[in-house]
């Protein structure tokens, strides 16, 4: 069975300092991984996705992931959290099962502190 | 380009009332999503569309929940009769399907907080 882990669900960082939010997903087919944020009452805005090219991609606003294929992980970092980043974040994993199937995590609230 | 559009923002009814949703999707966009977010919780897909057809529908609760796609373009969620446990926000979303769709971006509208009394 398919499935996405969001290892943590509250992160707290201070302003200015790394973030790191964990993703781990089990599958049978290669995945596309994505990051979401959700900012209060908005709609859910790519971050960055991953669909088999290089194993690391960077995203909007200084955030980016790494593929680890060996640790089925898509961990999301920031070398230095802005109060702004303070949001829901959705860690996505879409496979080709013959449809298309779309798994979200359960999401990690990112606080940051000044 | 207008991101995804959805209406109405907000809703409040009573349990047993029918209820509907709208969404418009980006232009150009083949398949259209319905999610539905409970409190606390990520989106979990109701429906899925390419073009008019629904190609994924089997999250969708058939006896009180319907959903069309006319022409292609916008689409309609409704719900009859609504139940507490319905209460959530409803996600519409929208990408291209072009070769591998499972690696399309999806596009999320604002969402409709629904508050069922």
């Known amino acids: 069975a398919q499935s996405v882990t969001q290892l943590d669900s509250h992160v707290s960082v201070s302003e200015g300092t790394p973030v790191l939010l964990r993703c781990n997903y089990s599958?049978?087919?290669?995945?596309?991984l994505f990051w979401y944020v959700q900012h209060p009452n908005k709609g859910l805005q790519l971050l960055l996705k991953y669909t088999s090219a290089a194993t690391l991609v960077k995203g909007i606003n200084g955030f980016e992931a790494e593929f680890k294929k060996s640790e089925t992980s898509f961990h999301l970092t920031k070398p230095s959290a802005h109060m702004s980043d303070a949001a829901e974040y959705f860690c996505?994993?879409?496979?080709?099962?013959?449809?298309?199937?779309?798994?979200f995590g359960a999401g990690t609230r990112l606080f940051v502190k000044a | 380009e207008a991101g995804v559009v959805q209406s109405p923002r907000y809703k409040i009814i009573e349990k047993k009332q029918p209820v509907a949703f709208w969404c418009n999707p980006i232009?150009?966009?083949?398949?259209l999503y319905w999610y539905r977010q409970n409190l606390g919780q990520g989106p979990e897909l109701l429906i899925r569309?390419?073009?008019?057809?629904?190609?994924?529908d089997s999250q969708l609760p058939k006896d009180r929940f319907s959903a069309e796609r006319l022409k292609g373009v916008d689409s309609t969620l409704k719900i009859q009769p609504a139940e507490l446990g319905d209460s959530a926000v409803y996600l519409c979303a929208s990408s291209k399907v072009a070769g591998k769709g499972y690696q399309e971006t999806q596009y999320f509208g604002p969402g409709t907080r629904l508050l069922v009394l």
């Open positions: 569309y390419e073009n008019e057809e629904a190609v994924d």
């Open positions: 232009s150009g966009h083949n398949t």
């Open positions: 996505v994993v879409r496979i080709n099962t013959g449809g298309f199937k779309t798994i």
């Open positions: 599958s049978s087919y290669s995945p596309s």
